[in-house]
């Protein structure tokens, strides 16, 4: 059985299997289908994007490098953990990061090409694939980064962050983790920054907080 074999149904953290209840808000755990494989491998979606492999996996979903057989391109699919399907914060989040990127027209931002419902009702959202690494794992391997390198990567997030703020969206979990390295333009440093799924937009009619309820990493957020 997989590592991180249960998941939170309100907020989607996994733990081992011998975690009972969410250390965030309690709730009892559920176990997942990983176990088992992966039924999108290998099929073909919306007759053009044929699933490759997995990428990445977090507490909202799974993302995939497709091929899009009418383009002939690869493209990241990410798809909302089945077990999500009917919480309701996590389905909004998640319609929120595809909305937000939709919007956003910024070289350092993901694109998002598509969103809608898969036919087994599972959530999707198409973007672009991106290539390289997240700023986390240079760090992690190089460790800090020469001034003149760290101003370039800082004044391109500022630009996509920036580009988002005057759209009225606020990012609420900027870190590392959420910006990814590509190499682009004659750059090995071009920034792509990811993960709008708890942002914040001005005028938003729906809340997707509680009083008194924090999101985002507290290593990186603001006092």
Do not use: W
């Not at 798809?79 to 929120?96: C, G, P, Q, T, Y």
């Not at 500022?158 to 959420?178: M, S, T």
């Not at 190499?183 to 937009?201: C, E, M, S, T």
């Amino acid at each position: 059985m997989d590592a991180l074999a249960k998941v939170c149904p309100k907020c989607g953290r996994r733990y081992d299997t011998a975690a009972a209840f969410c250390q965030k808000d309690g709730a009892r755990l559920q176990l997942t289908d990983e176990q088992q494989p992966d039924p999108y491998i290998g099929q073909t979606l919306l007759d053009q994007f044929k699933i490759e492999e997995q990428i990445g996996a977090g507490g909202m979903g799974s993302v995939y490098r497709a091929r899009q057989t009418t383009l002939h391109r690869d493209v990241a699919i990410k798809i909302l953990h089945s077990e999500l399907a009917d919480n309701r914060d996590a389905v909004r989040r998640f319609k929120r990061e595809a909305r937000v990127c939709t919007a956003l027209d910024h070289p350092n931002v993901v694109r998002v090409f598509l969103f809608g419902q898969l036919e087994d009702g599972s959530l999707y959202i198409v973007m672009e694939y991106l290539k390289g690494r997240s700023l986390l794992e240079v760090l992690q391997r190089e460790g800090a980064l020469p001034v003149h390198r760290a101003l370039h990567i800082a004044t391109q997030i500022c630009d996509g962050v920036g580009e988002a703020h005057a759209q009225g969206v606020v990012h609420r979990d900027l870190k590392p983790e959420n910006v990814v390295l590509v190499n682009k333009a004659r750059d090995p440093d071009f920034v792509k920054v990811l993960d709008f799924g708890i942002a914040k937009v001005g005028g938003a009619s729906s809340k997707l907080t509680k009083a008194g309820q924090v999101f985002g990493t507290p290593h990186y957020m603001s006092p």
